[in-house]
């Protein structure tokens, strides 16, 4: 196998990426801007991706033959908010770490979002026009045509909601609301935002199974099959035997929060001609997947 580094690995979804690549026998690196790595395991480099010099060195030093970039300014509110930071990272960044890896000869991989659509169409494809609704959708819609532009060999993989648990740190919806409803605290779940989650052992399978083959641009990774929040937070709760009744129906946005897309619907019938060995699961399928890990303490191998 070869060398992963993980940019961003200090997160939820970067640290389910290096402990599935030491599983596979990946040598497993680690770019981040803390002080230290919460992976003691890996070789860490601590950089900022704003820096294309930095991050250049950076991967020079390390050598993949892999990088997967899953910093992000993720929260939509502080994107609106913090917009000077979220091009820094989600545009700036993105790019740099493309231009980086071309640079290196390593196949790069960077996350983008349903948000780059408006919300309103019944189904989106890799191919659909593109109209974010807010700051945080326009920094990754842009991301994606600068990554493409420095880096032509790039896969950009489209998300729509990742489901799972932290390994050790990480913003982690799902292991937020367990936590909120296992301490009978309600959370309010918009019933008109639908989206097409993936947990996040599937989505690291497709990384790997990706690094494997020629494929270069746009994939939609989720389920087959698309739930609102609060249906989706409801079965959560039916799940992990939560008392149903916290869950709480939210009809209007709540205010002083950016605008969201509606209809975070993806297809995902092209991801499952590209990849052989990961199944794309049903919404239901991807709850109880992710759900799963709850039990084995996030540390359920694939």
Not at 34 to 53: K, L, M
Not at 245 to 272: C, D, F, T, W
């Amino acid at each position: 196998m070869g060398k992963i580094l993980v940019i961003g690995g200090n997160g939820f979804v970067g640290g389910q990426l290096c402990r599935m690549g030491r599983a596979r026998g990946y040598q497993v690196a680690v770019a981040d801007i803390a002080e230290t790595c919460v992976d003691s395991a890996c070789e860490y480099h601590r950089c900022d991706i704003g820096d294309y010099e930095a991050i250049l060195g950076t991967f020079k030093r390390s050598r993949p033959s892999l990088i997967v970039n899953v910093a992000a300014v993720a929260d939509i509110d502080l994107a609106q908010r913090r917009q000077e930071l979220a091009y820094r990272v989600n545009v700036t960044g993105a790019e740099n770490c493309a231009r980086g890896a071309g640079e290196i000869g390593a196949k790069y991989l960077w996350f983008s979002s349903d948000a780059v659509f408006d919300g309103k169409a019944v189904c989106y494809t890799e191919e659909s026009p593109q109209a974010p609704v807010n700051y945080y959708g326009e920094t990754k819609s842009l991301g994606e045509r600068r990554v493409m532009e420095a880096n032509a060999a790039s896969v950009i993989l489209r998300l729509s909601l990742v489901l799972g648990m932290p390994v050790a740190a990480g913003n982690s919806f799902l292991a937020g609301m367990v936590r909120k409803v296992l301490g009978g605290e309600q959370i309010l779940c918009p019933v008109d935002e639908i989206r097409t989650p993936v947990d996040v052992l599937t989505l690291c399978e497709a990384i790997y199974e990706l690094d494997s083959t020629d494929f270069r641009g746009v994939l939609h990774l989720g389920s087959t099959s698309s739930v609102s929040r609060y249906e989706m937070s409801s079965y959560i709760a039916q799940e992990i035997q939560a008392d149903p009744a916290l869950i709480v129906p939210l009809y209007e946005s709540a205010p002083g929060k950016a605008p969201r897309h509606r209809n975070g619907i993806i297809s995902v019938e092209k991801a499952q001609r590209v990849l052989r060995t990961t199944a794309m699961l049903s919404w239901q399928g991807t709850v109880e997947r992710a759900v799963s890990m709850i039990k084995e303490g996030g540390e359920r191998n694939a």
